[in-house]
């Protein structure tokens, strides 16, 4: 049996008022917690001492200041949510009937242009004429122009078409919509060098440059244009001849050699039987297909012995052409029963 202890423990025990604390069990001891409004009182049991049914507890007295934390701040959703703007964004997009995805693959930039910005944009191209529908279609085509800056980018280009290349401002629209590339490319390293080359081969005066004729402007001179034109003297052309054909064919300086022009000279020159020469009188020739028209058509002459000029056999729609051969065949008979009559008239006695 154990003995209490002859002196008391410097220790004072602490005897809380039970409206205050709260109790909480912890296997054998006892913690009593009494709070103040600024301050916290905690009783920690030190030990015990059993002497028969007698239960002396000493207990170690701690006072804390009680660290009273501010009210939390409610928390207020900014009115320049990225997640909202960015769906914002996506909306406008939708609206304008552009691919999302699409346009943040080839444009980066467009994650973290501001809306303010991507509507610049429209607000420019329709200030030229071009309505909604028709920038959703070239924003689609080119997604870099969603984050250009009209007065640096779009304005000065608009500028060079008006004033250099002089097409009516009526006809910007129709410009545009017929090669929305012109947007994209610079003035000082493409629009104007290629513009004076073209000004120098003939594209002047009653041969300018139009609406119809300014996707000539993007191609590069040294890589497409100049190519074309020697492989068209190549053939035998003389250049002041191949000049003319393509002031009155200008496609020809948008054609592939290898993909069109060869082909049909050869099938021209192999299978038709033909002379060079036809091309200068009809230069439109190389802007047929040479599968879905050029070769049914011969066939079908060859097939009932007659001919027809390059013009004549392309330029006419499907149905004409049909009917001029039907009314070459019965003409035929014709001239044939015509003959008949006269051989045996001239076997009657």
Avoid at 72 to 87: A, M, S, W, Y
Wanted: glycine share 4%.
């Amino acid at each position: 049996m154990l003995n209490p202890p002859k002196t008391p423990p410097p220790f004072s025990p602490i005897t809380p008022n039970p409206s205050s604390y709260s109790r909480k069990f912890h296997s054998s001891s006892l913690t009593i917690v009494q709070r103040t409004h600024k301050r916290e009182t905690t009783t920690y049991p030190i030990k015990s001492h059993f002497c028969g049914l007698t239960r002396i507890k000493y207990t170690l007295t701690l006072s804390i200041k009680s660290s009273i934390s501010p009210k939390p701040t409610k928390t207020t959703i900014p009115t320049t949510d990225c997640g909202l703007k960015f769906r914002e964004k996506l909306l406008y997009l939708e609206q304008l009937k552009i691919n999302p995805t699409k346009a943040l693959q080839q444009n980066p930039n467009l994650r973290s242009a501001h809306l303010e910005t991507i509507k610049s944009v429209e607000i420019c191209l329709n200030s030229m004429g071009i309505e909604r529908s028709a920038i959703g279609r070239i924003l689609d085509m080119h997604p870099k122009l969603l984050t250009s800056d009209p007065y640096t980018d779009l304005y000065p280009i608009f500028d060079f078409l008006l004033n250099e290349v002089a097409i009516p401002f009526n006809d910007i629209r129709r410009c545009i919509i017929r090669c929305p590339r012109i947007l994209v490319s610079s003035v000082e390293k493409q629009l104007n060098p290629t513009f004076q080359f073209l000004k120098e081969f003939g594209f002047s005066g009653s041969n300018g440059i139009t609406c119809q004729t300014a996707v000539l402007l993007v191609y590069s001179v040294e890589h497409t244009l100049t190519p074309k034109i020697d492989y068209l003297v190549s053939l035998g052309i003389a250049r002041n001849n191949v000049v003319s054909m393509i002031l009155r064919s200008p496609g020809l300086l948008t054609f592939s050699i290898e993909k069109n022009l060869k082909p049909k000279v050869e099938y021209l020159l192999k299978e038709m039987d033909r002379d060079i020469g036809e091309l200068k009188k009809f230069p439109q020739y190389f802007s047929f297909s040479l599968e879905g028209k050029i070769k049914p058509r011969h066939r079908l002459l060859v097939e009932h012995g007659f001919t027809m000029s390059l013009s004549e056999m392309l330029k006419v729609s499907d149905g004409e052409f049909y009917a001029r051969l039907i009314e070459m065949r019965l003409r035929l008979v014709e001239n044939k029963q015509l003959l008949y009559v006269k051989l045996g008239t001239c076997f009657v006695p």
